[in-house]
């Protein structure tokens, strides 16, 4: 039996793996290939949250693999030498990949493919990780879209129902001689001493395909009904959490639309089916904006911006926001939900970066870099669509007016004040009504909440009118 080399990249899944299965159609033993090669996605190599993910998804990937027979071999360096290296080893007679949408990744393929493909290597790169590849939705004047809406209602018509293929049962055997490296050689989990930085993220993820599938289950079987409106609540296990699974590729997009789509709903459901698909649609946005404006992961989508006067960072206020000490509770909440489980809801996540773009008015791509290191879901595509959004900088954004009130954002969404007080547990003892705005109480913030900041780093009410200020500025007027 022949070879076919199978490169893993952001596909950690058995299940629904186009580039499996079409070395396995053709006949040969895949030989499944990890290549840890951080340089190569510059400017934009994952972060420290997403390596410890990493660390822990190829473990899973690799015993999948094991319990049936084969193994993962893991290799370390510059891609294509390595490639060559595997295929000089197994003498392996193709070469099968599933695609990355980022423009270092798709510079990177693009050399691969036409290397070897010139020297007579058969090499074929397929679609894993999205509903509707980038180049296949456009506009009416064959355009790629700029707005959610009608991309969605042009994207969702070609949803497939179909369920994709399942992981094979047994895979062929490698080659004995065959060898790599270990997970933990690539030294992807925190490497300072305990307590490590990374311990409370274990409490909430189980990274791999299981842990991917165990949680669709559990949102298809509870959350599911009632998500249009409970997933506006942060304190609430309302959503699917399935974020940082879809961005390492330990799901497909393909099987949970499957499944969605398999299951018959009650019409009362049927709103919040239908908002959790156009969720789905606005990763699919995402993708579609990133890969027909590759720029915009750097520069702002919207060139009137460009000579937006933003502040210059002032890195004590910066750190104050990375770690959680603004004083404004629902912005502190959202950090260090964060910093300590490698997440944040997307309600604060939106409440964060206005707060960072528009009352601080520091650049997006400040918070960005921080969200970047920090979240086990950091993706290039989402990450820069939702600041960019956010902002106002981005394409279909939020018009540049709409400056999220944290105070309001926390009495409409967090009443009971459950997720600050889980959050920013030195506030746990004020009042209901005192934590939105604590500085307001100053007396009770003094005596049951002395180690908390006693008033916001910037002035809630002041920094806004500077902002609509200078985001109406003839620079920026639409
Ligand atoms: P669910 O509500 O269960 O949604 C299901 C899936 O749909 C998600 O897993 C995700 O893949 C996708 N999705 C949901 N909301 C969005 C959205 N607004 N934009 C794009 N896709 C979406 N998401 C990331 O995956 N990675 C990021 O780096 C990221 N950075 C963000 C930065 C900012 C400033 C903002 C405002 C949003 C960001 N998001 C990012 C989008 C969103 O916050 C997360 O996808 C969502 O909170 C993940 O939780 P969930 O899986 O429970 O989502």
Known sequence: MGHALVWFRRDLR???????????????????????????????APGAASHAWLHRSLLALDADLRARGSRLIIRQGDSLAEIEKLIAETKAEALHWNRLYEPASIARDTRIKQGLKSRGLHVESHNAALLVEPWTV?????????????????????????????????LPELPPMLAGLGVEDLRLEPQRPEPRWD?????????????????????????ARGYKEQRNFPDRIATSKLSPHLHFGEISPR???????????????????????????????SHHLLFHFPHTAQENMNPRFREFRWARPDARLLAAWQRGRTGVPIVDAGMRELW???????????????????????????????????????????????????????????????????????????????????????????????????????????RLAPDYPPKPIVDLKASREAALEAYSGPKTKP
Do not use: C
């Open 14 to 44: 058995l299940a629904d793996n186009p580039a499996l299965k079409a070395a396995l159609d053709a006949g040969l033993a895949p030989v499944p290939v990890y290549i840890h090669a951080p340089d190569e996605e510059a400017p934009w």
């Open 138 to 170: 456009q506009t009416g004047q064959g355009e790629p879209y700029r707005v959610f809406t009608p991309f969605w209602k042009n994207a969702r018509q070609r949803l497939d129902a179909t369920m994709p293929a399942g992981a094979p049962r047994r």
């Open 199 to 223: 311990a409370g993220f274990w409490e909430h993820w189980v990274p791999g395909e299981a842990g991917a599938l165990e949680l669709l289950d559990a949102f298809l079987d509870g959350a």
């Open 255 to 285: 099987t949970i639309v499957a499944r969605v789509l398999a299951q018959a709903w009650p019409a009362a459901v049927q709103p919040d089916i239908d908002h959790f698909l156009s969720e789905l649609g606005w990763r699919e946005f």
């Open 340 to 446: 300590h489980t490698g997440w944040m809801h997307n309600r604060t996540r939106m409440v964060v970066a206005s707060f960072l773009t528009k009352n601080l008015r520091y650049h997006w791509k400040h918070g960005a870099q921080w969200f970047w290191d920090t979240l086990v879901d950091a993706d290039l595509a989402n990450n820069t669509q939702g600041w960019q959004w956010t902002a106002g900088t981005g394409a279909d954004a939020a018009p540049y007016f709409r400056i999220f009130n944290p105070v309001a954002q926390a009495e409409k969404f967090d009443a009971a004040g459950k997720y600050v007080r889980r959050w920013v547990p030195e506030l746990a003892k004020l009042p209901d009504a005192a934590l939105s705005a604590p500085w307001e109480h100053a007396d009770l913030l003094r």
